[in-house]
T-cell receptor, first 116, second 113 residues
């Protein structure tokens, strides 16, 4: 079975703090993709990053960075120097491709509140 | 990426009625997806819509309740039939492009009274 666990339901930080959102996944597929999406209060789901299972190189994009570790089945997301505009619900998702299976499995989401 | 629009953006409906949600994408795509997001919850896939074939529904979702049309490669509709307050959710469509990434529309916020 495929599963994504985001154990942190809500996180509250003060502006400029660093924050890490955890994501742990389960899959038997050897080839799969991992994603992070942001859902601001407006409700739209915004794509942030995709990682395939063969690429464990960490990625940095501005204040955002992602740490992918296959050994621990984790794909964590760090926001450096958080800002109020980062307040949103963040979803981690898994996509497997075995047998034509291409459904996105979402975690429960982590609600991040950044206070001034 | 893809630019996706949905209509309506929100609606308030009476119990027992039906609502059809439209999803339009700015490029031709093979697969379109419909998701439901109940209040405070994560996204759950309702069905996958391929052009020219019947939609594939996930466990717990049936065609009679959520009929889907996919008349061409840029458009799809989802109907929420015989609505009850439990159907109050955000309904999102998505498409998969460029290396297996799904992009989402802005969503339709449905309230059923």
């Amino acid at each position: 079975a495929q599963k994504v666990t985001q154990a942190q339901t809500e996180i509250s930080v003060v502006e400029k703090e660093d924050v890490t959102l955890d994501c742990v996944y389960e899959t038997r597929d050897t080839t799969y993709y991992l994603f992070w999406y942001k859902q601001p209060p407006s409700g739209e789901l915004v794509f942030l990053i995709r990682r395939n299972s063969f690429d464990e190189q960490n990625e940095i994009s501005g204040r955002y960075s992602w740490n992918f570790q296959k050994s621990t089945s984790s794909f964590n997301f760090t926001i450096t120097a958080s800002q109020v505009v980062d307040s949103a619900v963040y979803f981690c998702a898994l996509r497997g491709i075995s047998g034509g299976y291409n459904k996105l499995i979402f975690g429960a989401g982590t609600r991040l509140a950044v206070h001034p | 990426s893809a630019v996706i629009s949905q209509k309506p953006s929100r609606d308030i409906c009476q119990r027992g009625t039906s609502l059809t949600i439209q999803c339009q994408v700015d490029s031709q795509v093979t697969m379109m997806f419909w998701y439901r997001q109940q209040p405070g919850q994560s996204l759950t896939l309702i069905a996958t819509a391929n052009q020219g074939s019947e939609a594939t529904y996930e466990s717990g979702f049936v065609i009679d309740k959520f009929p889907i049309s996919r008349p061409n490669l840029t458009f799809s509709t989802l109907t929420v039939s015989n609505m009850s307050p439990e159907d109050s959710s955000i309904y999102l469509c998505s498409v998969e492009v460029q290396g297996n990434t799904q992009y989402f529309g802005p969503g339709t916020r449905l309230t059923v009274l």
